[in-house]
Antibody, heavy 117, light 107 residues
Framework: EAQLVESGGGLVQPGGSLRLSCAASGLTLNSYNMNWVRQAPEKGLEWISYISGSGTSIYYADSVKGRFTISRDNARNSLYLQMNSLTAEDTAVYYC??????????WGQGTLVTVSS | DIQMTQSPSSLSASVGDRVTITCRASQSISSYLNWYQQKPGKAPKLLIYLASSLQSGVPSRFSGSGSGTDFTLTISSLQPEDFATYYCQQSSSMSWTFGQGTKVEFK
């Protein structure tokens, strides 16, 4: 069964950095385009970043552009999100998700990032 | 960015009811519209992709329709496990955007 597991969330001070990871099992990540989607407490879903299977195409939402960096290591079957210059507005559950054929089909369970002093 | 607007934001319904949720895009997105279900504390689950295709394993009481700017998710006979929040999402152009969600509550 395909499974995505996020890790790396936690409490960080404003202005700080955090690196999230997404490990895949039951599927070979290099066959999938990958995304990060976040959800602030009691709020809706926000897509924030995409990376193609080869890693050659990358996109970001304006809200994180210049602060967040998506990357992948297909040899390790893993996806990453480096988050810098964090603010309270970045507090959210962060999900990784595969995207094939224009849809987000497999999702991880999410990891909580809290930005607070 | 393309804005997605869902209506209503919430609704109350009973088991067995027919439920309809609408989603409107700020510009034409052809059929690049997906629907997700999310239960509290859980990750979203894909229900419908490309406006009207049912994701594998999703019950046939769920259906989607529409193209261009106006889309609909219909639950033909609401079941107890369907009480959740539903989101539409466009994949016509990066950056992908979601509607604000529709919470389906028990009447």
């Amino acid at each position: 069964e395909a499974q995505l597991v996020e890790s790396g969330g936690g409490l960080v001070q404003p202005g700080g950095s955090l690196r999230l990871s997404c490990a895949a099992s039951g599927l070979t990540l290099n066959s999938y385009n990958m995304n990060w989607v976040r959800q602030a407490p009691e709020k809706g879903l926000e897509w924030i970043s995409y990376i193609s299977g080869s890693g050659t195409s990358i996109y970001y939402a304006d809200s994180v552009k210049g602060r967040f960096t998506i990357s992948r290591d297909n040899a390790r079957n893993s996806l990453y999100l480096q988050m810098n210059s964090l603010t309270a507005e970045d507090t959210a559950v962060y999900y990784c998700a595969t995207s094939g054929n224009y849809r987000l089909d497999y999702w991880g369970q999410g990891t909580l990032v809290t930005v607070s002093s | 960015d393309i804005q997605m607007t869902q209506s209503p934001s919430s609704l109350s319904a009973s088991v067995g009811d027919r439920v309809t949720i609408t989603c409107r895009a700020s510009q034409s997105i052809s059929s690049y519209l997906n629907w997700y279900q999310q239960k509290p504390g859980k990750a979203p689950k894909l229900l419908i992709y490309l406006a009207s295709s049912l994701q594998s394993g999703v019950p046939s009481r769920f259906s989607g329709s529409g193209s261009g700017t106006d889309f609909t998710l219909t639950i033909s006979s609401l079941q107890p496990e369907d009480f959740a929040t539903y989101y539409c999402q466009q994949s016509s152009s990066m950056s992908w955007t979601f509607g604000q969600g529709t919470k389906v509550e028990f009447k």
